[in-house]
């Protein structure tokens, strides 16, 4: 992204201003359309914008993360209310180091599984 004499940025050949994008991301959840429908430009250029500006991605990236916390006290409020599926969910997700949860974690190492093919066994259930 090059900078003009002007103040704004340029991403193949188009003028932004990035001002505008950072001011126009809070509330917007970090979605990008609601940026889009804030500033005018175009998705994919506010995407490319963010991937180029440190400024705008620490802005968005801090945005993303509050709706993140939003989404967790809520979790956290329903399963002080009790809610069972919420309680089933949060542990499967979370409590995997306790045990919880339908998926083993095998840790960083690639898996390896030896078969050892018994032919006495195979003779027996022919019959």
């Known amino acids: 992204m090059k900078r003009s004499k002007t103040g704004e940025n340029k991403l193949k050949g ?3 201003n990035i001002k505008r994008i950072l ?3 809070p509330g917007t959840g970090g979605i990008l359309t609601a940026i889009e429908a804030k500033t005018g430009y175009a998705w994919l250029t506010i995407r490319k914008a963010i991937d180029n ?9 801090t945005e993303r993360e509050k709706v993140l916390d939003m989404a967790e006290s ?7 209310s009790g809610d069972a599926q919420d309680r089933k969910w949060y542990l499967a997700m979370q409590g995997r180091k306790r045990g919880y949860g339908d998926k083993i974690d095998f840790g ?6 030896k078969i050892i093919y018994d032919e006495r ?7």
């Open 14 to 16: 188009q003028s932004i």
């Open 23 to 25: 001011k126009a991301i």
């Open 53 to 61: 500006n440190p400024d705008l991605l620490e802005a968005w990236n």
């Open 74 to 80: 809520g979790l956290i409020r329903s399963i002080q």
């Open 108 to 113: 960083d190492e690639p898996l390896k599984i």
């Open 121 to 127: 066994n195979e003779s027996e259930n022919a019959d």
